[in-house]
């Protein structure tokens, strides 16, 4: 209540000062005449009432003064102002406004365009119905690395798991698709029958997998993608039942899948898979295959299954698979994850020490910028004295120099916005084809506000040490011509190479990050 | 003995800047009336949170003054 008050109070002073401040003024008036009147009543002349009442008012400066503090906008009020002259005091400046503003939107730019990848690829949920019970099944080689599930270990996982709504297996592969006379490579996905129950989407059209299809000998079928159905066929209503070909063989189209539906990422057509993999399909072949992998393993839990639970299972699972095909399973074991872990899995690591790499960058950006309002600080010396002399205290003179480099950062992050969203269209060509969940890259509100965010706390990172040290002055050194070489002067040259050495410390260990990311790089290319 | 007494006096413009703060406690209410002789004047009332207000700071002034008073006494 208090507060309500007191922001209405403030606002109507802010809105109406001039009328706030007369009433103000005729209040004082007229406690001054009362008292004059009252002195005149005890025996003064006019003149002397007059005098005596003034005087036991004490300073009409300091009391009004004192009033407008209560009863005006406050801070909001020296807030604006402070706005005001520090823009004022950037349009005077404009070489130096210049070079700030360029320097921070670069270290800005770069942040915003790391975060929007950061956040399309680790922050945001999967956009699935069943998002949060889909988990990954990983099969894993001796050392511990992810090969591909076989497809004998995968149906024994689908017999004798019981934590699982739908266990699906996905093998994906390119192939040649033509209908009518064009033909094109597209992504196309084998699944088993239960694929899309996996993920709870609806078909937007038709019909997706029934559990017979799996089978051999059934007929093909195939379900398009959103995307496909409208560029190939133009959203044709008519398409199921039609026929397409992939890789020569017709497949008759039964269902086209939801807008943005699209796993794995830009799969264009699913057909069931084990109608091509006939090995599949006898119990000797899938015995034979036991030792050779290509499958990927998603699942559903069924409500109330923990990952934890659903892996414990697993484990004693593949145990006695191990028991059962010493000959080729003795080295396996799985994982279960969840299936955001799975899509974002080795690319976190890499994508943090990303985002270290450009906060460092932003960091020296910062360095730069308080060196420069340092340098700068030195010719306001003046100024800053002047107003100290007049009465500003320090907590004001401070108050103002960040509101001044906030808004340099502020305009330093706006620049840095544009940047970045040219960075994020620059990252989205030079990023790896194979990189998880890389088509939801963009600047969204969350980046925005993270821009947002990372500007105002730069500002006072970079305006708050050159605000202490300008404003912690002699005064007497300072207004006199001379003052050149004064204590002020040394203190803020030490903080000046102070903020030279952290640059180079930040360099440094920009570059030896730099390098040894690229050594790993280089190990990563070598073993692939 | 002039200095000691200026010393000491509260100036009386200073009233003005603390009855604003105090109404905008919520204490106080105002509103502009004309005085018995006849001139355009600010008139103040106490409102009942201000009566509450009060009688917690009368409380505490008393506490305060027994408290002194106990300390100047075992002096």
Known sequence: MYWLRLTRARLRGLVRKKSVEREVEEELRFHLRMRAEENVRSGMTPDEAERAAQRSFGSWARVKEASRDVKGGGMLETLIQDVTFGLRMLRKNPGFTLTAVMTLALGIGANTAIFSVVNAVLLRPLQYPNAERLVAVEELNEKGSRVQVTPANFLDWRKQSTVFEHLAAIFARTSNLSAGDESERIDLAMTSANFFQVFGVKPQLGRFFVPDEEKAGHNPVTVLSNGLWQHRFGGDQSVVGKNISLDGQTYTVVGVAPAGFQYPDKTEAWIPLFQLVPMMSEQQDVERARGFGFLSAVGLLKPGVSVKEAHEEMTVITARLRQQYPDTNNKRSDRVVSLHTHLVGDSSAALLLLLGAVALVLLIACANVANLLLARAASRQKEIAVRITLGATRLRLVRQLLVESVLLALAGGAVGLLLGAWGVELMKRLLPVDFPRAQGIEVDLRVLGFALLVSFATGVAFGFAPALQSTRLDINESLKESGRDSAGDARRNRVRSLLVVSEVALSLVLLVGAGLLFRSFMRLQSTA | ?75
């Not at chain 2, 010393?7 to 105090?22: F, M, T």
């Not at chain 2, 009942?48 to 003054?65: D, I, M, P, S, T």
């Open chain 2, 1 to 75: 003995m002039q200095m000691s007494e200026d010393a000491l006096r509260v100036e009386e413009g200073s009233l003005y800047p603390a009855l604003y703060r105090i109404e905008q406690q919520g204490w106080i209410t105002s509103e502009w009336g004309v005085s018995e002789n006849n001139q355009r004047a600010k008139f103040y009332k106490l409102t009942r949170a201000g009566r509450k207000q009060l009688q917690v700071e009368e409380e505490n002034w008393e506490r305060l003054a027994a408290a002194v008073f106990k300390v100047m006494q075992t002096t």
